[in-house]
């Protein structure tokens, strides 16, 4: 017999596998962005720029700039079905009254819609990986350890993409969240060091959770692993399990009458 | 479907007791007592507005009660939601389908949803389809379906898991004729497999044609109960004899002129109910005082007739 929670989070994640099945090409969309990315920046500009240090290592800005890009794809994979599918499924489909009129619960719901959002932004990172891999952005056999980061990655932002869908009241409310993504992605340490910051920016900038995305996926591409990284997968599993609090509370009041 | 009855008593499957829900103002459902047995088929009857759909909200363990004491199948609806929703089928007001999956795999999720093993399902997938006449539309999009067939949609996803009890709140509201008499059939099927009915409606005709047992619901309350004949009996005559007018002050003069004929009379704005033992006799005295006669219909006392009575005025007034 398998525990309850487990039974509802593989049924959400198989129902959004049915309806994914026929939309599969748009997952094909997300994907292009960071090659774009990488191409441009990656190797185009990153030709004409210098050396970057990582753990005290010198290393191409390809090197350097490449990891972020896994991490950024893990958080918009994430991001996309937590934010915009899941509102369009709570306010919209009403597919939770649904689920909620067989025998589930919103704790199993709302994780199975994270297990699923993550899913995405995990498959996304595997191929950035392949693809940075070929482009020769890689320096250890450390990366292969990018993938479960990613994972670590995908869980955070696809438990705070659900936690704020269920605080959004329209999809007006998206375009801040857009916006949000857009500045984390410019500035945690994706394109250049924090220490380009002066201090204080710098320290602020380092409490991002994509700083902390970037930082992990980095240190295992490069193969400069050390305690830091702990640091980072706790920050991101205590923001996971913050996030899937406000969720599961916030769902609740939504539901209840 | 239903578990072994033992004898002499069926088991009971809804057991209220002061059941309340309140959403701040005036109590939505106040203080009803309710008691339902394996194998009825139950019709919740009911003004807009009376609480029929908050009662079944509570038993469909999707609401929980302000106050007083819920057990179906004997748990407890406040704790063991989870465990009684197992055993239930739920059917909702409105279609709230899987618009994003087919019709067969809205009956195939649906039974995911109840933690059913693949295999099991689709076994049971075809026979619901044929149950529900869709077994041609099986892999078309839900939106592309009728209003009917949405609802039998809604009713076979609800028996995908077998359900010993079925609620339907308002089944065939915004159905035409035709869909309303095949979802009946369907309804009725259920019944003789032993499957426990609980509906509300407000439709009369429904009720007579489901139902083991009314319960007259208004302003929160339940007002009465009955099989729908006995109801019938109590409220109304055997027999109603109408008579069609052209206005208000025709139906005033015709209710003088024929006012001492039968048990009781009803004045509506174009028409006058007169309730009687004997409808033909009733109709011939009613002639003989002088109305035409092809403004006159002699019918049987009906729910209708009950519904118009209590809601309408003097009882529940």
Partial sequence: MKSAILTDVSAVVERNFLVARKTWSVLL??????????????????????PVEVGGETVPYLVYFAPALIATSAMNGALYDSTVNFFWKLRYRRLYKQLLSAPMNIKGIVAGEIVWAQLRGVVYAV???????????????WAALAVPAALVVGFAFAAIGVAIATVMRNWQDLDPVRFGTLVLFLASGTFFPTSAYPPAVGHLVELSPLYASNELVRAFCVGRVGAAQLLQVAYLVALTVGALWIAVRRFGRLHAD | MTQALSWGQPASVVHARGLTKSYGGPAAVDGVDLEIWAGESVGILGPNGAGK?????????????????????????????????????IVHQEDILDSELTVAENIYIYGR??????????????????????????????????????????????????????????????????????LWDRLAMLKTRGVTLILTTHFMDEAEQLCDRILLMDRGSLRDEGAPQELV?????????????????????????????????????????????????????????????????????????????????????
């Fill in chain 1, 29 to 50: 969309s997300g994907m292009i962005e960071p090659v774009l990315f990488l191409l441009s920046i990656g190797l185009g500009l990153g030709s004409l720029l210098g």
């Fill in chain 1, 127 to 141: 191929v950035m990986l392949v693809i940075i891999g070929v482009c020769g952005g890689l320096r250890s056999p």
């Fill in chain 2, 53 to 89: 759909t908050s009662l079944m909200r509570m038993l469909s363990c999707v609401s929980l009660p302000s106050a007083g004491s819920l057990r179906i199948f004997g748990l407890d609806a406040a704790k063991q939601s989870r465990d009684i929703r197992r055993r239930l089928g």
């Fill in chain 2, 113 to 182: 949803y109840f933690g059913m093993p693949r295999a099991v399902i689709r076994e049971n997938s075809a026979e619901l389809l044929e149950f529900a006449k869709l077994s041609d539309r099986a892999d078309s999009r839900v939106e592309t379906l009728s209003g009917g067939m949405k609802r039998r949609l809604s009713i076979a996803r609800a028996l995908v898991s077998k359900p010993e009890v079925l609620l339907l709140d308002e089944p065939t509201t915004g159905l035409d004729p035709q869909a309303r008499h095949v």
């Fill in chain 2, 233 to 317: 009996t109590r409220y109304a005559s055997k027999d109603v004899v109408e008579i069609r007018a052209s206005g208000a002050a025709d139906v005033s003069a015709l209710a003088e002129l024929v006012g001492k004929i039968g048990n009781r009379m009803e004045q509506l704005p174009n028409r006058l109910l007169l309730h009687v033992d004997d409808g033909d006799l009733a109709l011939r005295a009613v002639i003989d005082l002088g109305v035409d006669p092809r403004a006159c219909l002699v019918r049987r006392g009906s729910l209708e007739d009950v519904f118009l009575r209590l809601s309408g005025r003097s009882l529940l007034g």
